[in-house]
């Protein structure tokens, strides 16, 4: 069926360092993921996105890989900041002629000042 | 923000009730989605309206329904609650409606069905 898993539900972290957030897909037909941070109170936000012809995507202090044979999909964030606490989730939206999005359980991320 | 308003923040009722849950898209955003999003469930897809039609349909029960106006603004509309309905419900919108497509995402409704 559908669903797009992770593999940790908690990572901690110490501010300065990197993380990296890890998902697997089932759907081998999805071509477009995407991540997005929810804080406490708040909505899912937009952080990147990468369609399933590119394999690596960078933006501010954030960078996607894609690796479509083993169906996994990463998130890591350079340099965390207390500011990056939240949860991430990815998403996948399989070519069904619709926006619709399927979305992982997601990964709370920890930055320990 | 994200130009997604969603109203009201907080939804007290009692089983049995039916409450509606209103939603206005970002300026120029055709497309308008609902999503519940449970601790067990996480964020599940309802439903999608694109220029006032219905384009895709998720897990939605039928004591749910939704409708998008010429306005563009939607409504999700939950009848005979239970108390398994108590979730955050998000609506959700883009620019078109196809794959491909960033959604951006209100602050969501929080219901608690006593």
């Known amino acids: 069926g559908e669903s797009v898993g992770l593999h940790l539900p908690t990572l901690s972290v110490q501010e300065g360092d990197n993380s990296i957030i890890n998902c697997a897909y089932s759907n081998s037909a999805s071509d477009y993921f995407i991540w997005y941070k929810q804080e406490s109170g708040k909505g899912p936000q937009f952080i990147i996105d990468?369609?399933?012809?590119?394999d690596k995507r960078q933006g501010q202090r954030v960078t996607v890989l894609l690796n479509k044979t083993v169906k996994h999909l990463s998130l890591q964030i350079a340099a965390t900041q207390p500011g990056d606490s939240a949860v991430y989730f990815c998403a996948e939206n399989m070519a069904s002629n619709t926006g619709k999005l399927i979305f992982g359980q997601g990964t709370t991320l920890q930055v320990k000042p | 923000d994200s130009g997604v308003t969603q109203t009201p923040k907080h939804l007290i009722t009692a089983t049995g009730q039916r409450v509606t849950l209103r939603c206005s898209p970002r300026?120029?955003?055709?497309?308008v989605y609902w999503y519940q999003q449970s601790l067990d469930q996480g964020l599940q897809f309802l439903i999608q309206?694109?220029?006032?039609?219905?384009?895709a349909k998720g897990n939605i029960l039928e004591r749910f329904s939704a409708q998008q106006f010429p306005d563009l603004h939607s409504e999700l509309n939950l009848s005979s609650l239970e108390l398994g309905d108590s979730a955050l419900y998000f609506c959700?919108?883009?620019?078109?409606?196809?794959?491909?497509?960033?959604?951006?995402f209100g602050s969501g409704t929080q219901l608690s069905v006593l």
């Open positions: 990468i369609r399933s012809n590119m």
């Open positions: 300026s120029g955003d055709l497309s």
């Open positions: 959700a919108s883009s620019v078109r409606w196809a794959e491909g497509e960033k959604l951006f």
């Open positions: 309206y694109y220029n006032g039609e219905e384009r």
